[in-house]
């Protein structure tokens, strides 16, 4: 036993300061239950405006008190829980202006848009004006001024319910009545209140970015994307997007099923059954009119392309359309993109020096041309076949494709106008998929189909590559980067989109995707982003999945699906 004297560890006050450990090495000090704004000001660090921070290994506001010694890690704007934050600001902070300026419109922040923003729409008046526009936008840029504060409560759950009922939004009562915590968090801006899913910024004066302008019977709020945090780029022209937006409005209308509240009530009104088979017989049509499409154009188009981002169902989808063309006595001959990579001594690196195979430049563009330009005039061509353990091509089989066959070539990079520049446009078709508008919790708290898309995988990578939760998380940014890079900025080049959102998409998913949500280790980047799919993940009821058909797009991710083993073409005479 050591003696009184040789004892390091005593007994102490407590501090009346408190110390933070930044990843740079750098500790700050201040008093003790000082709010992360005062440790974390622009003069302290003079990057990006930073919008939160990582405390001990949670996501936290910057308002949140430090009570105790902690490694800190800022969350800035550039990053995707900074921009979450950024975003879910200005929306409140739209909703606050709209509400005092236009008390009688109905505000829906509804789709997101690839160049930075969101469409919107009013219900319950005409759509506004440029001049209405101007005063909104104006008020908000007032607002902004002000450096006004979002004041945090916490409220009864009862008494949430019962202000909501009284102000008229009946999706956010929809919403709460199958919440199981007894309370709820409300932000205020002035006498505005509401929920908002997940975490604000201080104040109304770190909105500096952002603008209104006007979208056929809507508008898009703008906002900056995250790798140029603090400017605005251009809004392009989005038709296609937009009438695939107002087309899955459509559907919504069909199925009853306007929000996440809605969905609630028809599962536990049983409902179900009814709800996943409208919205796949409303897939399944929208995939026959595409078949329709190319059927008609069968004396030119000889080639399809179907491209879109990770987990949108490329794979289910091309399976049910060349079911689809088959009947309407077409033959889809599938070939894999994949199989014309170069060699990989040849194949570009990234800017961490990592092989690119996301890069246009990883594709062998010149044998990839040549080769469909033969199978297009009808000669033998010899395709290759990608030896991924070599990492070279190999030969593969001859192929000569008869009058009523048709490619599908499905890939990234399908909608990229440097793909195929030698092949007659008139010869080609090409697919957009993706899962491109979803359900929303309510009018202001909109469902990320990125989150979607990233849930798919999880519960994918886990039941058939034996990825974990973590792993998947771990890769996504990585996918994002070649997403925002080969695949978003030529969306618009399609011949047409299909929407592979389902409706009931969340319910099915949330009971496969929690217990591998909850299996993140804590005090990784992974688990921050784990907890916040899991407290989104929360708000949707489960349904029984052994309703959804063996067909449906949504099977390539939970499994069962009938087309795994489907070969959807006739082999060549």
Known sequence: MSTQAEKRITEADVRPTVQIHLPDGRVLEGPRGSQLVEFLDEENFGQEPIMGAIVNGELRELTYPIEMDSKVTPVTMDSPDGMRFYRRS????????????????????????????????????????????????????????????????????????????????????????????????IYQLGSFRDYHHGYMVPTTGYLQWFALQRTGDGFTLRFPQRHRPTELLPVPEYNKLLATFLQYGDWLATLGVPDVGALNEAIVAGRAREVILVSEALHEGRIAEIAVKIARRRERVRLVLIAGPSASGKTTFSRRLSIQLLARGLSPFPIELDNFFVDREKSPLDENGELDYESLRALDLVRLNHDLGLLIDGKVARLPQYNFIMGQQDEGDEIQLTSDQIILLEGIHGLSPDLIPEIPVENTYRIYVSALTQLNLDRYNR?????????????????????????????????????????????????????????YEGSALAPLAEPLLRQVPFGTVEHVEAKRLLAFLEWFLPLDVELIPDNSILREFIGGSILRAFTPWKPPQ
């Open 447 to 503: 469902v990320s189909t990125t989150d979607t898309r990233l849930i798919r995988r999880i519960v994918r990578d886990a039941a058939q590559r034996g990825y974990s939760a973590a792993e998947t998380i771990r890769r996504w940014e990585s996918v994002r980067r070649g997403e925002n890079k080969y695949i978003f900025p030529f969306q618009e080049n399609a011949n047409v989109m299909f929407n592979s959102a389902l409706v």
């Open 90 to 185: 200005l929306t409140f902070l739209l909703a606050t202006a709209c509400e005092e300026l236009f008390p009688n419109a109905s505000l829906t922040i509804d789709h997101s848009i690839a160049s930075g923003g969101y469409y919107c729409e009013v219900t319950g008046r005409s759509p506004f004006t440029e001049a209405e526009l101007t005063r909104l936008e104006t008020r908000m840029r007032e607002l902004v001024k002000a450096d006004l504060p979002f004041a945090k409560s916490i409220v009864p759950l009862k008494d949430v319910i019962a202000y909501f009922k009284e102000k008229g939004f009946t999706d956010k009562v929809r919403l709460l009545a199958n919440r199981k915590k007894p309370h709820l968090v």
